[in-house]
């Protein structure tokens, strides 16, 4: 089956770091450009972060420029968010998605909780 897969999500204190990770399986990862979403309690699922499918290109939302990091690697089929400075205003459900407008293909990841908090 098709899957996206989160993991690395967890609880940490403001000004720590984590790396969420997103595993792909049953369909080839870099003939996709991916992004990560979050969605806050009582808030709309926003973009965060996105990359090419070579990886060529990245984008951030404006909230966290300069404080997270997207990253791929395509021969493990793997996609990153490195998140460092983390805020309480970065607790959230952190999705992947991937994304090919040529096959008209899409897929979502169930999400990642991610609590920061002292």
């Known amino acids: 089956q098709v899957q996206l897969v989160e993991s690395g999500g967890g609880l940490v204190q403001p000004g720590g770091s984590l790396r969420l990770s997103c595993a792909a399986s049953?369909?080839?990862?870099?003939?996709?450009?991916m992004s990560w979403y979050r969605q806050a309690p009582g808030k709309e699922r926003e973009l965060v972060a996105g990359?090419?499918?070579?990886?060529?290109?990245?984008k951030y939302a404006d909230s966290v420029k300069g404080r997270f990091t997207i990253s791929r690697d395509n021969a493990k089929n793997l996609v990153y968010l490195q998140m460092n400075s983390l805020k309480p205003e970065d607790t959230a459900v952190y999705y992947c998605?991937?994304?090919?407008?040529?096959?008209?293909?899409?897929?979502w990841g169930q999400g990642t909780q991610v609590t920061v908090s002292s």
């Open positions: 998605y991937a994304v090919n407008d040529f096959f008209g293909r899409n897929y």
């Open positions: 049953g369909f080839i990862l870099s003939a996709y450009a």
């Open positions: 990359i090419s499918s070579a990886g060529g290109s990245t």
